[in-house]
């Protein structure tokens, strides 16, 4: 009788990357298709996925809706990077000072507690009336939803991060610039990643409401929002699946190519 024989590494990766994603999007995908096209549910409020993709593909095609899709998926895409960047710039900077400084503490930290509750949408109207209808009230209001989880995140690594790092690094003549791009930086960068990719999901909601208030022609949420005036349930479908997609794409390919680049290297875990 021969041994089995357990796949290796590689293979495994690609197994639990690629097909079990692909089993588990493509299985309710299958189903639905099947119910839609037999008549178990309503065709109107639930099209079948085969017309929903028809729809996408129509607005990249050739049509009159020719290349439209391109343009609500780049602004979209360029109001939740510029937003998100700002984000993990400013909000690493504000959590290094809460967790490193006692001014940093006095000063930001109750201002933490304080806008926090309020949900990001309650910004907009406000944002409307300084900024106007224009891509930096989107993208203010995407680095205000996604910047609290960033800083708490940063702040969390700071307060597990052991003390004696800092004695070792110190005892062995290493500067305070040395010290934060040597043993902070690598030591918050597992729970900034965290913070990154929980704040990209409180994004991508405020992003996609604000669009469907504050967008003047272009954005997912403002094809979301302009399809649903027409009744066009393959267009609003549709922008739900793109938003999923690209959703995916940021968390586990980029997300996950600059975790395996740093944190993977150095053996820690990412928190999920």
Same mark, same amino acid.
């Given at each position: 009788?021969?041994?089995?024989?357990?796949?290796?590494?590689?293979a495994?990766? !690609?197994?639990?990357?690629?097909?079990?994603?692909?089993?588990?999007?493509?299985?309710?995908?299958?189903?639905?298709?099947?119910?839609?096209?037999?008549?178990?549910?309503n065709?109107?409020?639930?099209?079948?996925?085969?017309?929903?993709?028809?729809?996408?593909?129509?607005?990249?095609?050739?049509?009159?809706?020719?290349?439209v899709?391109?343009s609500?998926?780049?602004?979209?895409?360029?109001?939740?990077?510029?937003?998100l960047?700002? /984000?993990?710039?400013?909000?690493?900077?504000?959590g290094?000072?809460?967790?490193?400084t006692?001014w940093?503490?006095?000063i930001?930290?109750p201002?933490?507690?304080l806008f926090?509750?309020?949900?990001t949408?309650?910004?907009?109207?406000?944002?409307?009336?300084?900024m106007?209808?224009?891509n930096?009230t !989107?993208?203010?209001i995407?680095?205000?939803a996604?910047s609290?989880?960033? +800083?708490?995140?940063?702040?969390?690594?700071?307060?597990?991060?052991?003390?004696?790092?800092?004695w070792?690094?110190?005892?062995?003549? /290493?500067?305070?610039?040395?010290i934060?791009?040597?043993? +902070? +930086?690598?030591?918050?960068?597992?729970?900034?990643?965290?913070?990154v990719?929980?704040?990209?999901?409180?994004?991508?909601?405020?992003?996609i409401?604000a669009?469907?208030?504050a /967008?003047?022609?272009?954005?997912?949420?403002?094809?979301?929002?302009?399809?649903?005036?027409?009744?066009?349930?393959t !267009?609003?479908?549709?922008?739900?699946?793109?938003?999923?997609?690209?959703?995916?794409?940021?968390e586990n390919?980029?997300?996950g190519?600059?975790e395996?680049?740093?944190?993977?290297?150095w053996?820690?875990?990412?928190?999920?």
């Amino acid at each position: 009788m021969s041994a089995i024989s357990l796949p290796k590494d590689g293979a495994v990766d !690609t197994f639990d990357r690629f097909i079990v994603p692909l089993i588990s999007i493509g299985l309710p995908l299958v189903l639905w298709e099947m119910l839609a096209r037999s008549g178990a549910i309503n065709n109107f409020l639930f099209p079948a996925p085969s017309e929903i993709f028809g729809t996408l593909w129509a607005k990249t095609g050739t049509d009159i809706d020719a290349g439209v899709m391109y343009s609500h998926v780049y602004y979209s895409m360029f109001r939740l990077l510029a937003g998100l960047g700002l /984000a993990t710039v400013l909000g690493t900077l504000i959590g290094i000072l809460i967790g490193l400084t006692k001014w940093g503490r006095f000063i930001f930290k109750p201002l933490l507690s304080l806008f926090m509750p309020v949900p990001t949408l309650a910004w907009t109207p406000i944002l409307l009336l300084l900024m106007g209808v224009d891509n930096k009230t !989107t993208i203010f209001i995407v680095f205000i939803a996604a910047s609290f989880e960033v +800083i708490l995140n940063v702040i969390a690594g700071i307060e597990n991060m052991n003390v004696k790092v800092f004695w070792v690094a110190r005892s062995m003549g /290493a500067s305070r610039l040395q010290i934060f791009f040597k043993v +902070i +930086i690598p030591g918050i960068l597992p729970y900034l990643i965290t913070g990154v990719k929980l704040g990209s999901g409180y994004a991508w909601r405020a992003l996609i409401a604000a669009e469907m208030l504050a /967008a003047s022609s272009y954005g997912l949420g403002f094809m979301i929002y302009e399809a649903s005036e027409f009744m066009d349930m393959t !267009t609003i479908y549709g922008g739900l699946i793109t938003i999923a997609l690209l959703g995916y794409i940021i968390e586990n390919v980029l997300m996950g190519a600059l975790e395996k680049r740093t944190v993977a290297k150095w053996g820690v875990q990412v928190e999920r």
